[in-house]
């Protein structure tokens, strides 16, 4: 693709803004609790990660995710739009101190895209079965009302009149291109997608609780054989592997930013056993937990 001078231009200035609110290595909160940037000096090795609903917009360096079966490789040139929590593993593929990998990660409910959507037009999707994630091009429009956004940021007193429209005018840029149709199926009445993201959302709210496939079944309208199935179609897990993640990545947290012990952070995310929440951890993780947290804790120092 030949350069684009504008695109190049709008590129470097959100890149000399988001680095004055990334000064380091790490993911950093801002004023707007929907808006962090995220900044990292070397390439890292796969992990699991918590993808929830909203826009990755890549300003410097590349970072690949892959969802089952299905990867995809996002960098300046490209956006990602993450419609459902998933549940993929990702890292960062191309960074350096001198250009680290730089992005910007805003979320939204649901709920509120799919609403945004309707009010817009959107292709028709050639196929939408498969894993849920896909990228899009970054065009002049998208990048310009991210800078736009960045430099609100410096007037705090417009950004609770401005920061909203500024947000909803993003969201409209991406949902309005090829990747628009992944919310529509949300949107559109009772269909297979929004039937499905109920239960991703009542696994999200209450993964906590011992829930029966049964139960989402029911929540889903399916027979827990086509619940189970396309499911895994769409977050390349089952309905309680979903669970079980959400509660091994909760527990991480808690204790990393918390400092529970393993036992108490099991007995928080509804784990009976300790030992079977230490394989498990362990499983996905590769480390037991207090092993885990300790590289994390040492990485981050």
């Not at 699991?48 to 609903?53: C, D, F, K, Q, V």
């Not at 593993?89 to 960074?95: K, L, M, N, S, T």
């Amino acid at each position: 693709m030949p350069p684009d001078p504008l695109l190049d231009n709008l590129r470097e200035r959100a890149i000399a803004l988001a680095l004055r609110r990334a000064p380091a290595d790490g993911l950093h909160a801002t004023a707007l609790p929907w808006l962090r940037a995220i900044r990292a000096s070397a390439p890292g090795q796969p992990v699991p990660a918590l993808y929830e609903p909203g826009l990755v917009l890549v300003l410097q360096g590349r970072k690949r995710a892959q969802l089952g079966d299905a990867v995809v490789h996002y960098d300046a040139m490209q956006c990602l739009l993450v419609p459902v929590t998933t549940l993929p593993r990702g890292h960062v593929v191309e960074a350096s101190t001198e250009r680290p990998y730089l992005c910007l990660r805003l979320s939204c409910e649901t709920q509120a895209l799919a609403e945004l959507l309707l009010e817009g037009d959107a292709p028709e999707p050639a196929d939408t079965e498969g894993a849920g994630l896909q990228v899009a091009p970054v065009t002049a429009a998208l990048l310009d009302a991210a800078v736009r956004l960045l430099q609100l940021l410096d007037s705090p007193q417009d950004l609770k009149t401005l920061a909203p429209l500024l947000q909803r005018e993003i969201f409209y840029r991406v949902l309005t291109g090829p990747l628009g149709w992944r919310l529509r199926t949300l949107a559109q009445g009772d269909g297979v997608a929004r039937r499905l993201n109920r239960v991703i959302e009542q696994l999200t709210h209450r993964f906590a609780e011992p829930l029966s496939i049964d139960e989402l079944a029911a929540l889903a309208h399916m027979s827990p054989s086509t619940l189970h199935l396309r499911f895994k179609q769409l977050t390349a897990l089952s309905p309680l592997q979903f669970q079980k993640q959400l509660r091994l990545q909760h527990a991480r947290r808690l204790m990393l930013a918390d400092g529970l012990d393993a036992a108490s952070a099991a007995h928080r995310v509804g784990y009976e056993s300790p030992s079977q929440f230490s394989r498990e951890y362990r499983r996905l993780f590769g480390a037991p937990p207090r092993e885990d947290v300790s590289l994390l804790r040492a990485a981050a120092a």
